[in-house]
């Protein structure tokens, strides 16, 4: 046994010695996972070193062969347990392993062959298991990931074909939206991310040197080996492949992404290289606020598109920040300008010309050059606006008018627009504003005041459809008819003639006379064939000359008509089927799912119906389970029935320990032909967390642990004894702990972590006393600390919790220590009082509520008065009239101590936010506070105005 370690062992050092040599031309750093072994090997040499470690424990002769283990093991982790896993492939680990020396080695490897080290916050967290997992190189469970983020970017190909490694891999980074904390660790190695993709794209090495050739190729036959992602990959590399064919003499443009701009020194030659294929031109629309009043309201498009193509371009404007001038002094943060719909900003001055609409307070060379000459309103002497009927007014860049339409024109220069019309109050400094109101047929006189002030006029054939709609109809003349019926259209006139022509598919024209004084001419084709016809219209003009009448078309206008056979209609048959999920956050997790934090809402025809489905995965991607949130639920389905039956489904009693078992899932919506969603569940684990065994006999509780090799702190607290914590044997949990007989809260600590759990025991008994909390009154009794019961209370509350019965029970438990917690600060009297009042709500139990609160009365009086509104009023206005009359009636003055007050009478698991102490400087003042707000939530609680009345 010793002799075939020894030959593993120096084999793979002298390859690991020769990999390095290779790799430090380059300065590509070394993986564990490019050795030399064959899969075969590989087992061979798992199960020698398990056999030396029951014999000899873990000697540092063999520490590269136990380093290429651990990285082996490392490429098949699955996010969840490294090291039960790492003990279920090695013999004796259980008992003799060692993580520490196991991470001594690690060192000594990165040290001696140029290896590669975990770094950043993950490799923080998780110190053991981040050594094999970053020499894993890409891990099974990343390599989906990664061929999503290349399918983000199928359409940049175009620029990831020119781009050096390190760029591509910063391309990648910025377009990983969905991705774990270790994914994101390996999407900081830049440069070994870049290598990835151009290999993975070009379907071979490409003659690189950064990685292993061999390693290589075993990671792009498992990445294709995964269904998601080989389809995933296939389009990108279709995509791609598309690309690569270019015909000689047409050049490609496509953004520069390094820096510095190799090959040109001129300023404006680099600018204009550096605004290709992004629109950051500034537009500005005016807005009525009045009869005769209007603001400039200034848009400034998403920046989103510069960063997508430059994405060394995000920490310079998600640090910065910017004003703009005509806006005002107001400073804005740099990252606002990502925003999707970009930003609005109203203006007191008007822009500059030739100047940036947006001032940033830091410089950077490269994003000015782009920025400063693009994001500029666009210079005139005039400035032309429509007028819409919901009282806007939006820039037409051309400065062209179309007759019959009303316009706000702007400018520097009064004289240029005085004869255009009335004056208009403008809320903006620097220009004038005038309205112009252009008749149907625009008279001579505006033709002469439009040409004074430098706006042209565009005269037109507008020929638009009549009576019955076609099918389809465009703006540029291009409609859609049925054989059944006969197109008919109508002339507008905006321009003098006094005859109009037509022609059928360049047929015989046909000339038609028409009064001067007509405002429109109709006219109708009948008996056309199907298919695709070319009708022409033009507007002639007779000129009387001394030679004679001569003829002048002054306008035309060509449309293209199509007919076609009408189609038969199936009675409740849309001839569209779709379906529209709107989720948010765009990213859940199981967490948010518990938590109720997932707004969904699908959308779709109302004659189907859509089944939804929660389906829980384990680390290998294998189905838990699979639940019913409601069935056959008719769409559209909105926002507040999607809340109302989620709230149902996780308040359903199930077997809730299959949540803590749960590495992820997702949420399956069935709406019959219209397809199938899938709404994906992330869950990033923590380094200290609890873990669940499921079987038809036992459930068991298991601590894991990742990352901590201090002492821990375990503690157990039941249902029926909330208050009382036991100790739990570390090495207990870890082996596992039966919830069958042993539930409640179970949290374990450190120093720096915490992590809590209410665990509830799934065993059904007859009726429903199995839903209850057996309490201990008399234990709960004893508890008279009031801080003790307030950090208790935050405990149980900000627990995670499994299901409906957890929460049930927690829910049970933290209404008794909340009831205890205010009979130790108000008093038993005072609680006695709560009780009597939930028993029977009658105005003389409500009166001798109002004589406990304080003396004099006057204070518990002013809160009884205020209780006629609380009823229905939010938490925030009660707690402000709470406030108000506290400090009003100078209970108190301080405003710590009565926010503490309102929020130990609320929710005490509020408090751990360290704004005041518990108990204020006199236990008798704080007493009273707290007895106002309770009076407060119970008049709310009761509706106690309507008792009264």
């Not at 000359?545 to 078309?553: L, S, V």
């Not at 400090?887 to 609320?906: E, H, N």
Request: with cysteine; charged share 20%; net charge neutral.
């Amino acid at each position: 046994m010793s002799e075939t370690l020894a030959l593993f062992e120096e084999r793979l050092r002298s390859h690991f010695a020769d990999l390095s040599q290779s790799k430090a031309s380059g300065g590509h750093r070394l993986f564990a996972l490019e050795h030399c072994l064959a899969p075969d090997e590989v087992k061979v040499l798992s199960a020698q070193l398990g056999k030396s470690l029951g014999r000899r424990r873990m000697l540092a002769d063999f520490k590269v062969s136990w380093v290429v283990h651990a990285a082996e093991q490392g490429y098949d982790f699955d996010g969840q347990e490294y090291w039960y896993s790492f003990a279920q492939r090695t013999a004796n680990w259980e008992d003799y392993g060692n993580r520490k020396r196991l991470r001594d080695w690690f060192r000594a490897f990165c040290a001696e062959f140029s290896g590669v080290q975990p770094q950043g916050d993950w490799a923080k967290h998780y110190k053991y298991i981040a050594w094999p997992i970053a020499n894993a190189l890409l891990p099974r469970d990343l390599q989906e990931q990664l061929a999503q983020s290349i399918f983000n970017i199928r359409f940049q190909l175009r620029t990831v074909a020119h781009l050096p490694p390190e760029a591509t891999g910063k391309l990648i980074a910025q377009h990983s939206y969905v991705s774990s904390s270790r994914f994101r660790f390996l999407l900081q190695q830049h440069d070994l991310v870049g290598r990835l993709v151009h290999t993975l794209l070009q379907g071979d090495g490409g003659g690189q040197t950064s990685i292993y050739p061999a390693t290589l190729q075993r990671i792009t036959t498992d990445l294709n080996s995964r269904g998601h992602a080989r389809a995933w990959l296939r389009d990108a590399q279709k995509q791609y492949a598309q690309l690569q064919f270019q015909l000689p003499g047409i050049k490609q443009n496509y953004w520069t992404q390094t820096l510095p701009h190799a090959g040109t020194t001129d300023p404006q030659v680099v600018a204009v290289t550096d605004r290709q294929g992004v629109l950051l031109r500034p537009t500005i629309e005016l807005r009525r606020t009045a009869s005769a009043q209007w603001q400039v309201v200034l848009s400034v498009p998403s920046f989103q598109p510069l960063v997508d193509a430059q994405p060394e371009l995000r920490p310079h404007l998600e640090r910065v920040r910017y004003t703009v001038p005509a806006h005002g002094t107001a400073l804005f943060l740099g990252r606002t300008l990502l925003s999707p719909r970009g930003m609005q900003y109203t203006l007191v001055d008007w822009p500059a010309q030739r100047q940036c609409v947006l001032s940033f307070n830091d410089a950077d060379s490269f994003f000015d050059r782009i920025v400063g000459p693009e994001c500029q309103f666009q210079p005139a002497k005039v400035w032309v606006f429509r007028v819409s009927e919901e009282g806007t007014a939006r820039h037409i860049a051309t400065a062209h008018v179309i007759p019959g339409q009303s316009y706000l024109v702007v400018t520097r220069e009064p004289g240029l627009i005085n004869r255009l019309g009335p004056p208009v109050v403008l809320r903006c400094a620097g220009v004038t504003c005038v309205k112009l109101t252009l008749d149907t047929v625009i008279s001579q006189a505006q033709k002469t005041a439009l040409l004074h002030a430098g706006i042209s006029f565009h005269l037109s054939v507008r020929v638009s459809p009549l009576g019955l709609l076609p099918r389809q109809w465009g703006e540029e003349g291009l409609g859609v008819w049925l054989t059944s019926e006969t197109p008919c259209f109508t002339i507008t006139r905006d321009h003098e003639f006094d005859a109009y022509q037509l022609a059928i598919d360049d047929g015989e024209v046909q000339t038609f006379a028409c009064d001067h004084n007509s405002p429109s001419m109709n006219f109708m084709l009948q008996g056309l064939s199907v298919g695709r016809h070319k009708i022409a219209v033009a507007t002639r003009v007779s000129i009387a000359t001394q030679n004679g009448t001569h003829f002048k078309t002054e306008r035309s206008v060509e449309l293209s008509l199509f007919v076609r056979q009408p189609t038969a209609w199936t009675p409740g048959k849309l001839s569209i089927n779709a379906m529209v999920v709107d989720v948010h956050p765009p990213a859940p997790t199981i967490e948010d799912l518990l938590g109720g934090r997932i707004a969904l809402s699908v959308d779709g025809d109302h004659a189907r119906r859509a089944t939804c489905t929660l389906v829980l995965t384990n680390a290998s991607n294998e189905e838990l389970s699979a639940q019913t949130v409601f069935q056959k639920e008719r769409l559209p389905i909105a926002a507040a029935v999607w809340e109302e039956k989620l709230h149902a489904f996780l308040n359903r009693t199930s077997d809730e320990q299959i949540y803590l078992e749960a590495a992820g899932g997702f949420i399956r919506i069935d709406a019959e032909d219209l397809g199938e969603y899938r709404v994906a569940l992330l869950h990033h684990p923590e380094p200290l967390r609890w873990g669940t065994t499921v079987s038809k006999s036992s459930a068991t509780l298991r601590l894991i642990n990742d990352g901590f090799d201090k002492s821990l702190q375990i503690e157990h607290l039941s249902f029926s004894q909330p208050m009382q914590r036991t100790s739990v044997d570390p090495d207990r949990a870890r082996i596992g702990i039966d919830t069958r007989a042993k539930d409640g809260l179970f949290v374990v600590r450190t120093e720096e972590h915490q992590y809590a759990a209410v665990v509830s025991s799934t065993h059904v008994g007859k009726g429903f006393g199995w839903l209850g909390v057996e309490l201990d009154e008399y234990k709960m009794r004893q508890s008279r600390d009031d801080r003790e019961l307030v950090d208790t209370y935050a405990l149980w509350a900000n627990a995670r919790t499994c299901g409906g019965i957890s929460r049930f029970k927690r829910m049970r438990v933290l209404d008794h220590i909340h009831d205890q917690l205010i009979a130790v600060v108000c008093g038993i009297p005072w609680a006695k009082l709560e009780k009597r009042l939930a028993s029977h709500v009658t105005a003389e139990n409500w009166g001798l509520l109002d004589d406990a609160v304080s003396q004099p009365i006057s204070y518990a009086v002013a809160l009884g008065l205020a209780c006629k509104v609380a009823t229905t009023l939010p938490d925030e206005t009660i707690e402000n009239i709470h406030r108000t009359k506290s400090m009003g009636f100078r209970i108190s003055q301080d405003l710590a101590v009565v926010r503490t007050a309102w929020l130990l009478a609320f929710n005490p698991a509020l408090l751990l936010d360290g704004e005041a102490h518990p108990v204020g400087p006199s236990k008798d003042v704080f007493a009273t506070l707290v007895r106002g707000a309770r009076l407060l939530l119970l008049c709310r609680r009761h509706e106690r105005a309507g008792a009264q009345g």
